[in-house]
Structure formats: C-alpha cells, structure tokens
C-alpha cells in the first residue's frame, strides 16, 4: 500500500475521534494547494485513504486537523493542528496519526 | 527583559540519592551551570507564579538533550497570513533566553513557532532521508486569557512530535 492514511484518537476517552475534519494540502507551492478534505469515521480513520494510492508521489504534504471546532473548549491550545512532513519515497506508506486532547498534540510517523 | 527575571523561579533542588549522579552535581551551582552536557546540567526551571507570559521548552527525544541550537520563527497571525515576529534560537536548557511574549506583548492571538528540525538534525549529522520526514515543523497555538501564563513543551524526532500545555 502506498500513499497518505491517518487515524485520530482522543486521549481524554481513549477512544477514537470520530468526525474531525481533516484536510489534505500540497505545500510545495504557495498557497499550498487543497488536494483532500473529509472526516473521520466512527473508527477515528477516513473511508479512503486521504491520500489514495493512485496520486501516490514524493512531495511536501501538510495534515490539518480541525480540533478547535470538535472539542469546543474556550482554552484549547490549538484550533487547527497542522502536520507538514515529506514523502521521500512514493513506494512508502505513510501513517500519519494524531493523538489529542484540547491541550496535546502528539504525531508520529506510524504503520 | 531581564534576564533574572527568568532565573528568579525557585529551582528545585536535585534529589542526592544514589551513585549514579555524576561529579557534576557536587560542583558549585556556577560550574555546573557552565558545563555544556550532560543534558541535564541545571534543575527543572519552575514557573510557578510569575506574571503571565509565553515560555517554550524544546527537546530532542532523539538524543535525549535539550534542542540546543534549534532555530524558531515565532510569528503572529495577521489576518491570512503569519508575520514574523522574531527568530529565537534554543539555549542550553533548550528554551528562548527570553520569554517569546510577556507583558504588553502577551497578547491574544494566533501564533506559530516554525521549528527548523531540518536545519536541526543536519547539524548534529543524523542519517535521514532527503527530505526527511520532517523539515519545518509548525506549530500553532492559541492564546486566550492573556491573565494565565502558556508554557509549550515541545519534544521532537526526527519522525515524530509532541506539544501540549505545559506548566
């Protein structure tokens, strides 16, 4: 398998976040260019990958998620958490999740 | 701003319990504030009660160090578009020397702290791809209620990263 996938899990439930939106960009040019936008599922996941196997390709991609708007809390340290990393080999996955709360971000190249 | 201003938080103390703590904390507080390494040369700053303001800690989980020498744009959003508001550079406890804002600056906002990881871990000569997974490494926070001090804990690797309130 090839191409982008990420998983949303929110660390206050130990549960997965379901109907965060999520946005894909290509950041190599300026302004960065949309190429997806959806929501997580029930499992925290997106029904496709975001980035599907097919547009598979090296470049400088950025993850954004939309957790201001999810957890609705006055503090939150984040609106919108964006996750900006490269593909360096379009033969690769790349599973890129995002642990959360109002108040921690934490991403990781994952599998 | 002073620089004591930032020293004058309590340090704790180090807990002499066991062999395993080098010479380094048998040496006058000066000394060992000179040591370059190990990572942990001085105590845990403590933050506790100072006016309100934005304080960032940057660490290395690859190396288990401080990110000394790591560059950091912070820059406000202003309408569409982030606009620098100064460049700090980590120091050796991995912090800016100053607060990024206190007082009149510690103002409510959107901000980023553009992290130059790339920059970072070409420097101390680890082996990643071209590019590496990550290069400049955004971060972006909210700031509120200016009357409640934000500390940011940043820890970073080459493939992965964490931030959250800190304290």
């Known amino acids: 398998m090839t191409g982008i996938t990420t998983h949303v899990l929110d660390i ?35 029904d496709a990958p975001i980035l599907p196997a097919a547009s ?15 957890f609705k809390v006055s503090d939150g340290l984040s609106d919108v958490v964006p996750v900006r990393f490269a593909i360096f080999d379009a033969t690769q996955h790349y599973h890129v999740p995002m642990l959360c709360s109002p108040w921690y971000f934490s991403t990781y190249r994952g599998s | 701003m002073a620089k004591e201003d930032l020293l004058k938080p309590a340090r704790r103390q180090f807990a002499l319990s066991g062999l395993a703590l080098g010479a380094a904390t048998l040496l006058p507080a000066g000394a060992a504030a000179q040591t370059p390494a190990p990572a942990q040369a001085s105590g845990p700053i403590v933050l506790q009660g100072v006016s309100p ?19 950091i744009d912070f820059s406000r959003l202003d309408g569409e ?12 406890n991995g912090r800016s020397d100053d607060p990024l804002l206190i007082g009149e600056s510690y103002q409510a906002g959107d901000y980023e702290l553009l992290l130059h990881v790339d920059d970072y871990f070409a420097s101390k000569q680890a082996k990643l791809p071209t590019p590496p997974f990550l290069s400049k490494l955004p971060v972006r926070i909210r700031v509120v209620n ?11 690797g080459p493939w992965s990263y964490t931030y959250s309130r800190g304290s």
Do not use: C, M, W
Request: cysteine-free; overall charge positive; proline content about 7%.
């Open chain 2, 81 to 92: 578009r982030y606009k620098l508001i100064r460049t700090v550079t980590a120091n050796a």
């Open chain 1, 56 to 70: 598979a390709r090296t470049g400088q991609f950025e993850l954004r998620f939309h957790v201001g708007e999810h």
């Open chain 1, 12 to 46: 206050t439930t130990g549960r997965p976040l379901s109907g965060l939106q999520v946005e894909l960009y290509d950041v190599a040019t300026d302004p960065p260019a949309l190429l997806n936008k959806t929501r997580t599922n029930p499992d925290g996941r997106t």
């Open chain 2, 146 to 156: 200016v009357a409640e001090r934000i500390h940011l804990p940043i820890q970073f």
């Open chain 2, 53 to 71: 303001r934005l304080t960032v800690h940057a660490l290395d989980t690859f190396h288990g160090a401080p990110a000394t020498g790591l560059r």
